[in-house]
């Protein structure tokens, strides 16, 4: 049993059923072989770490044909970075150069203030200046990248989001997000808000620009009903690209801000990696002598998915990994005691970015 | 049978079923005298054209008590303004004059966007500026009013409007205005937009300001609900006075719109009001023969309606008026004569102010 929508994610989750029950199509290889012409290789495409999308041949044709096409992802700011929103938004840096594209980045403070009962908009406030941040720090270019606060950019938004509403019914939401009639009128008129900066730039320039959405396949209802939406206003359909997620560190679901020791903030000591991590549930066996017996298993493993998904980009030495905790060579202590080293070197790295981000910040909200 | 809604008026309306139906309380003789006090005698309250109310009693104390209140009116721009607009707007500039009050007026145009289906942005947006002149020519003090359109000043309004709307469910818009599945979500999500000015000043100034809400008993719905939301979100619940309906000229329902001839537009030419008033109906027998013997029926004639509600605001001349009528004395067609040159000597000094108004716009919109 899982369950992944928007706003809640649980359980193991079996992405070929969710393909199946979403409707989205894997990226095959010959798109892969596409993409890499134009962006170059990416372990995330070839990990099938991005495994899923709606249109994407759509924009790669698009830009084959030299015709504009811009990028938009974001960030619901409920709480601190953690590792597994950096995914995402590495890769949308990654298809930003390659495209050479633009890119809104959208902060749904207004999201979080509607779906989480007890956040303020103080708080929200405070997390999103910590999240732009975070984004600043990935080394987005700030000549193309344009960071949208919804209560703050609202001018924009609204009159747009407003005519999405417009084509959108309480029956859609509700079979789409499974609303019922105790939902409040702000969630269910939402999705227009999510949905505005897939035709921003359209509407914008007044000229059909497809738009290409980087993000977890949790995101991609939304998009489902924007992208009925796009037919009716006459916007060309966003195109999707779509993730898995980094799994928690107790190794089922969706690594969650809920649960703050499963996973790892951008904003973590040392001592706090190395306490997680060294907390984290491991595909190893009860006993030492037993995991050199048998071997580790690194499919249930979490420390090995932070390799696979993020701290070992080069794919020989990963299955070095994997080979060798299936041999019981490689033993949970040592290989944790890595990943701790891998870990604190990027967040130290990345810590430091962060700092001159500070700096930043208004190169990539004035554009 | 009738049906009074926020955005269809249909019927002839018994507001004494209204009443009841909507529980909305009578002024009384001590409030009217009260208000008169602060504010000197005024025909509507007198002829109880503004008849209803919720909580003018409070703020009356909070003005007697010396404490600060505030006045919030609106206009939805679907289309040029007409007589029947200027009403409540006219009460209103009674009402700031005598409280000496500050005054929101809020220009929806969001909502007609989403309710009405083939009206553009672009119509909106030029009934929003003609709609503005009108309101500016009546002679609100600019030092104390704001002219707040929602598309534009939506920056302060929607961080307020969320909040609303996240204490509002379906279940509530669904009873209180009719909503179903099909409903878009736009529409379902306005009611908190209407709500945020009554909160506003509260909120901006961070204080509880009582708010008082001149508008057409059609309203009332809108502000039920926002009436529940204030006490969840700890601001005063706005007070309300309620006006009824300036009859058609055909005598049935609320002047509307959508039947052009029915209705006087503040733009209308003096023949074009002649044109009108003489296909009126009117509370006059088949013959004048018949009329001479019978005498008139100013109770349903909508050409003495003109002179109750706008264009006699002098009792004992009004009274001479309904006199006449049923006495036979007067003809419908010297009747409508008279009429009409009140309407276009009216009409005359309003067109001049309204052109005035022009260089008056951002005196409103910039406070």
Known sequence: MFKVTPWEVEGKIDYEKLIKQFGVRKIDEKLEKKIEKIAGKNYMLERKIFFTHRDLDKIVNDYENRKEIYLYTGRGPSGGTHLGHLLPWFFTKYL????????????????????????SFEDIGKYTKENMLDIIALGFD???????????????????????????????????????NETNIGRIFFTSMQAAPAFLLSEEKNKKIRCLIPCGIDQDPHFRIARDVAEKLDYPKPALVHCKFLPSLQGEGKMSASQKDNTIYTSDSPEEVKRKIMNAFTGGRATIKEQREKGGEPEKCPVFAY?????????????????????????????????????????????????????????????
Chains 1, 2 share one sequence.
Not at 108 to 116: N, Q, R, S, Y
Not at 154 to 165: G, Q
Request: charged share 40%.
């Open 96 to 119: 930003q150069d390659g495209f050479k594209s633009k890119l809104l980045f959208q902060i749904t403070d207004d999201e979080k203030f509607l779906f989480k009962e007890n956040l």
């Open 142 to 180: 700030p000549k193309k990248t344009r960071i949208i606060i919804d209560t703050k950019n609202i001018k924009e938004l609204y009159p747009l989001a407003i005519k999405i509403a417009k084509k959108i019914t309480f029956s859609t939401v509700k079979a789409v997000f499974g609303f019922n």
């Open 307 to 367: 390799y696979y998904f993020f701290f070992e980009k080069d794919n020989k030495k990963l299955e070095a990994i994997r080979r060798e905790c299936k041999s019981g060579k490689r033993i949970c202590g040592e290989c944790k005691a890595e990943l701790i080293e891998r870990i604190n070197s990027f967040l130290k790295e990345h810590q430091k970015k962060r700092e001159k981000a500070k700096d930043k910040v208004k190169e990539f909200l004035e554009q």
